[in-house]
Each structure stands twice: as structure tokens, then as C-alpha cells.
């Protein structure tokens, strides 16, 4: 896979898993309450799954990303 073929789909799932995993090590090293960020990103997860809408994925629609099957 070529790092051209990121669309919208994968950099939202990326920096969604990214954003789990920083808050897990931040919890696990600093403050337990960095979980409330992993809470925050698998409601948002969830709601764009039912509804379509997430905030990052019109940001990068708009920033000229190319749209996946997801997001679109």
C-alpha cells in the first residue's frame, strides 16, 4: 500500500486509534482520568457509525482528502 492511497476513512481510523492508544499510556503512566479521552473517541466512534457525521472527517473533506466509503 502507497501512502497515497490515505482517504479519509483510514486517516479517521488511524488517528482515532492513535488518540485510544496515547490516552491508555497516558492513564497507565500519569492520571487515570486520561481514560475519559478514551471514552470520549468510542462514543464518537459509535455515533458516527448510527448517524455518519464526524467532525474530523469534514474538516479533512474540506482540507481536499479523498472520501471513503464511510465518510463520504
Known sequence: MKGDDMN????VF?????LVLVS????????Q???I???LVGLNLLQ???TGFC???KIL???????????K
Open 8 to 11: 479519509i476513512d483510514r486517516f
Open 14 to 18: 488511524a488517528f482515532a486509534g492513535a
Open 24 to 31: 491508555v499510556l497516558l492513564a497507565w503512566q500519569a492520571n
Open 33 to 35: 482520568a486520561w481514560l
Open 37 to 39: 479521552l478514551t471514552a
Open 48 to 50: 458516527a457509525a448510527f
Open 55 to 57: 467532525p474530523l472527517a
Open 61 to 71: 473533506k474540506a482540507a481536499g482528502f479523498k472520501p471513503g466509503q464511510a465518510f
